[in-house]
Structure formats: structure tokens, C-alpha cells
């Protein structure tokens, strides 16, 4: 409970005023089939005057009015504090998954965190509006017409002792039932929007593999899944009506039968039967609410466990243990010392193994390797996107870990491997490098990144829309973009993850000539998987299955090295081919 009532407290009168409003709506129900009663009676037995009839009609229009107030009233109220839960709850979540490292990311898919985010977040403002328009009003009108039917007539209020109970273990049988196929249901939705997701984005892909029947069978399969699922949850939903219809039918039928032998041998006024009729529907239904609110809630709470598990994810990568919270990067420096990291802690072989490196602030270093080697991941330990689990990652002689993260990656620009543009314009994109920079900064950012030329081309230059992922632009371009970006934070250490793949040698060189001039005081750290990227390093660093196999410039590597010398004489080779 401590969990949800974070989000309850701030709208503390709302969810206080829905329920006494539809109170209010409760006792004029409990008061409306009386007064009716008590005209009935009162026609049977002659005593019905004008007065009277005038009096109890202007009671009755005051009941209504008072209905309709409290009606209104706690839908109104329900709907507020429903509504500013979720977003609350939905912020929360949102905050929680900004603040995830690569590794809590690595525990939830795509899918399931925009599932949890909307669709189960949902589920439970849902549930709060009902349980605010119900929690009272039903068990309300459930006791109001229990007492009211038992003042009436003791000896017929027998018959819903009998069948209430009845009625009560059958449902909850069918809700007990149903909980799991909620969650299961739940389930196939994350798979369903996952398949969804990765179609969507990687529609070029898609089409140029002329895969278009493969992924429509994977989205009938999740599709098929998530139906048979629903179906199943939703059988249970199918049985509640018919049972509950058949135990008030049955109840009513009963009730009716007994009442009318009591009213033809004078021991009942027909005024009374049938406001007892009357008050023995408003029970049935009552149970009939308070079934649908229970089964809202098996489905509730499926999606309230499965949003807590996002809300309490542990963080692996927080400032909790940072002794230098103030401290900023200064100068660039990095060392490595017996560096070994492992994605799944319990795997036997290390992705990194004992890694031993200490690179210059301003210089250049290049780092290259078969796929898979570990270039990345190495990289991905100075801005602290995973922790190491041995030995540790020093810039400018502090540990990462005793940086604030955000004074640590303030001072780092990574241009990763996957390039990701934003929607929005490309001036808007260029901006995240600094919200603060200004016109002349970022025209001169994009021109070191040699993409002001074809920025310019486009018809509203800047203003350019890239749309969803920047879609709109080619590969070469949006790696061009997002190097730009990286350059307008101007920082200390730019990492390049292979970002220059998809522009040719010359448009790189021109880059890296940038790099020199307008960064010379930065540490810059390339990956690449051609040579000629990195063969002007000051030092190039050669990995192989997690290991460094070597450091040192081109000639000195091209002289000593095995490994360097079979990716340059394959490159080489397959040049000469290409050429010829």
C-alpha cells in the first residue's frame, strides 16, 4: 500500500468526496422505493389525499435531485483522482526507466516497458475509478437494502440468506479463475507490441529482405496468442452474466411467489412487496458491482505487480557510493586496471579479460578487432554504461565510480554504434549536444561533422523535420549528424563506435582533420573495423576475444602483430579486388 499511496495523497480530497458523494446517491436509493411504497399503501387503502400526494411527490423530485447531485458528484471525483494517479504513477515510470543503466534495460524488452507504461497503467486508473464509484456505493446499497428488506419483512428476507451466499461463492469461484489469465493475457500483450515495435522500426529492413510475409506470420502468431489468451480471460467475464442473472432471476422469482401468498392472506401490503421486490434487485445488483469491481482488480493487479517491478528495479549504476560528486572532467586522461567484465555474472568466460590501458588526454586512440572482441563494451566503462565487476576505470586519475554521473558523461561524447535521431527538427537533434548553443555553434559543429553542406541543400535547412528516427536521411547522413551533435557538447573524451562506416575515406578524413582542429585538447577514441580509420592514431589498440593483443602506431603494429597484420592484409587485399 505504501507504494500507491504516494500517488493517492496529493488528491487525498478526491478520493475522499467520490465515495460521500455516491453515498449521498446510495440513501436516496434506499429512501426512493419506501416513499414509492408508501403511496401505493396509501392509494390501496383510500387514504391517498392530494396533500399527501403533493408532499411525497415534492420528496421524491428532492431525493432524485439529491441522486443525481451524488451521482455526478463522485463520477466526477472518481474520474479526477483516476486520472491524476496514473499520470503521476505513468511519470514515475517514465522517470524510472530514464534512470535504467544498459543493464536494467537488458532485463525488460521494448514492448513489455511500453506496455507497462500505457497499457497496464491504464488498466489500474481504471480500477481506481471504479473503486471509487463502487468500493461504497455498492456494499452501501448491498447492506441499505439488506436492513431496509428485513425492516419490511423478517420472515421473506429468509430466501436471500440462502441465495446471497450462493451467488457470492460462485462468483468469487469464476474471479479466482480469472486472475491468471489476466496476467497471462498481459503477458501476450508485451509479446504483441514487441513484434510491433521492432517491425515498425526496422521497416526499410524489412522490405529490402522482401520480408514482409515472414513478419506478418510473426504478427498473426502473436496475434493469434494474445486472442486465444484474451479469450480465455474473457470466458470467465462470459459466465459471470449468466450467473449472476440466473441466481437473481431464481431470487426474484422466489420472492415474488412467497410475497404474493403473503399479500393475499393480509399479512403484506402490496406497496411493500414491491418496494421489497425493488430493494432484493438493488442487493443482486450490488453483488453484481461489486463482482465486476473484483474481477476489474484480478486484472489490476496483474498490471500493478508487473509496474512495480519496473518501480522497484534496483539500479545498479547510481552516485550512492561517489566520494568526488563535484568533481568534473578536466583534462581527459583514462586508465584502465585489470579490467574484467562479464554480461551475466554467472557465465564462465569474461567478455573483458584483465584489461590493462592507459590513454593520453588530447591524444588519439584507434581500436580495432574481429566483431564481437569487446571494442564497445571496453568503451562503454569510461562513461559508466556498465560497471566493471573486477578491477576498475580511472579519467584524470579518479575512479568513474566517484564521479557524478552526470558531471562523468557531461564530460564524454559517445557517438554509439546504432546512430538514433529523434522526431523533431535536425536543428532540434543537433541540440542535445548543448540546449544552450547557439546558431553560429551549431552551423560550425555540423561543418566540422562535414553534414552542413547537405543540411544547407534541404529546403528548409535546419528546420528540416528528420521524422521518426530520422528516417528521412541516409545512413552516412545521420552518422554525420550525430557527430556533430556530439561535438557541440564539446567535450573532454569523444568516443566513435564505429561511426564513420557508412561515409567514404575521404569525407572521413576530413572529419578526423576536423577532430584535430577544433578539438585538439580532447581524448578521442575510435573503433573502427577499417584500418585506414585509425592508421593516423597516435596509438591503435588491437583486441581479440576480450584481450588486448597489442598497442602501438600502424608501422610498429603492422610490424609486431599478428592480428593487425591479417585485418590489414584482408582489407588490403580486398581493395585490391575491389579496384581491379
Not at 108 to 118: A, E, I, K, M
Not at 234 to 253: A, D, E, H, Y
Not at 331 to 341: A, D, T
Request: charged residues 20%; neutral net charge; contains cysteine.
Amino acid at each position: 500500500m505504501k507504494t500507491w499511496y504516494k500517488y493517492i495523497k496529493p488528491y487525498l480530497k478526491y478520493f475522499i468526496t467520490g465515495p460521500v458523494c455516491m453515498i449521498i446517491e446510495v440513501i436516496g436509493e434506499m429512501l426512493m422505493p419506501f416513499m414509492l411504497s408508501v403511496v401505493i399503501n396509501a392509494g390501496e387503502d383510500g387514504t391517498l389525499t392530494v396533500t399527501k400526494s403533493i408532499l411525497i411527490a415534492l420528496g421524491m423530485i428532492g431525493i432524485a435531485v439529491m441522486m443525481m447531485v451524488g451521482g455526478v458528484g463522485g463520477a466526477y471525483f472518481g474520474a479526477k483522482a483516476s486520472v491524476n494517479f496514473a499520470a503521476d504513477l505513468r511519470a514515475d515510470v517514465y522517470r524510472k526507466v530514464q534512470e535504467f543503466s544498459f543493464k536494467n534495460i537488458d532485463k525488460f524488452s521494448t514492448g513489455s516497458l511500453v506496455t507497462r507504461l500505457t497499457n497496464d497503467v491504464t488498466q489500474l486508473q481504471n480500477f481506481v475509478n471504479m473503486l471509487l464509484r463502487m468500493a461504497l456505493r455498492s456494499p452501501g446499497m448491498m447492506i441499505g437494502g439488506i436492513i431496509m428488506a428485513v425492516m419490511l419483512k423478517p420472515g421473506l428476507s429468509v430466501v436471500l440468506a440462502i441465495t446471497v451466499p450462493l451467488m457470492m461463492m460462485a462468483i468469487f469461484g469464476l474471479i479466482f479463475m480469472g486472475f491468471k489469465r489476466f496476467s497471462r493475457m498481459q503477458t501476450k500483450i508485451d509479446k504483441l507490441n514487441s513484434t510491433v515495435q521492432e517491425s515498425v522500426t526496422n521497416v526499410r529492413v524489412v522490405k529490402s529482405f522482401v520480408r514482409e510475409d515472414h513478419e506478418n506470420d510473426k504478427f498473426r502468431d502473436a496475434n493469434g496468442e494474445l486472442k486465444r489468451s484474451g479469450m480465455s480471460a474473457m470466458k470467465v467475464m462470459i459466465f459471470m452474466g449468466p450467473v449472476s442473472t440466473i441466481f437473481m432471476n431464481v431470487t426474484t422469482l422466489i420472492v415474488l411467489w412467497l410475497g404474493s401468498r403473503a399479500v393475499g392472506n393480509g399479512t403484506m401490503n402490496v406497496g411493500d412487496l414491491s418496494a421489497f421486490l425493488t430493494y432484493v434487485s438493488q442487493i443482486l445488483m450490488s453483488i453484481m458491482m461489486i463482482t465486476m469491481l473484483l474481477m476489474t482488480s484480478a486484472r489490476a493487479l496483474a498490471s500493478a505487480r508487473r509496474i512495480k517491478e519496473v518501480l522497484n528495479e534496483e539500479i545498479d549504476i547510481t552516485d550512492a557510493e561517489s566520494t568526488e560528486k563535484d568533481r568534473t572532467v578536466e583534462k581527459g586522461r583514462i586508465e584502465f586496471r585489470n579490467v574484467s567484465f562479464r554480461y551475466y555474472k554467472n557465465s564462465e568466460e569474461a567478455v573483458l579479460q584483465n584489461i590493462n590501458l592507459e590513454i593520453e588526454a588530447g591524444s588519439t586512440v584507434g581500436i580495432i578487432g574481429s566483431t564481437g572482441c569487446g571494442k564497445t563494451t571496453l568503451v562503454s566503462m569510461i562513461p559508466r554504461l556498465y560497471d566493471v565487476d573486477e578491477g576498475e576505470v580511472l579519467v584524470d586519475g579518479i575512479n568513474v565510480r566517484d564521479y557524478s554521473l552526470f558531471n562523468l558523461r557531461e564530460g564524454v561524447s559517445m557517438v554509439l554504434q546504432k546512430n538514433v535521431l529523434f522526431s523533431g527538427t535536425i536543428r532540434e537533434n543537433l541540440l542535445w549536444g548543448d540546449e544552450n548553443a547557439t546558431d553560429e555553434q551549431v552551423f560550425a559543429a555540423a561543418e566540422s561533422a562535414q553534414a552542413d553542406k547537405f543540411v544547407t541543400s534541404f529546403t528548409n535547412g535546419y528546420e528540416s523535420d528528420l521524422g521518426q528516427g530520422g528516417s528521412n536521411v541516409s545512413g552516412g547522413q545521420k552518422q554525420r549528424l550525430c557527430i556533430a551533435r556530439a561535438l557541440l557538447k564539446n567535450p573532454k573524451i569523444l568516443i566513435l563506435d564505429d561511426s564513420t562506416s557508412a561515409v567514404d575515406t575521404a569525407t572521413e578524413a576530413s572529419i578526423r582533420r576536423a577532430f584535430k582542429e577544433d578539438i585538439p585538447d580532447a581524448t578521442k577514441i575510435i573503433i573502427a573495423q577499417r584500418i585506414s580509420s585509425v592508421v593516423d592514431a597516435d596509438r591503435i589498440v588491437v583486441m581479440d576475444d576480450g584481450k588486448i593483443t597489442g598497442v602501438g602506431t600502424h608501422d610498429e603494429l603492422l610490424a609486431n602483430n599478428t592480428e593487425y597484420q591479417e585485418i590489414y592484409y584482408s582489407q588490403m587485399e580486398k581493395e585490391a579486388k575491389n579496384n581491379g
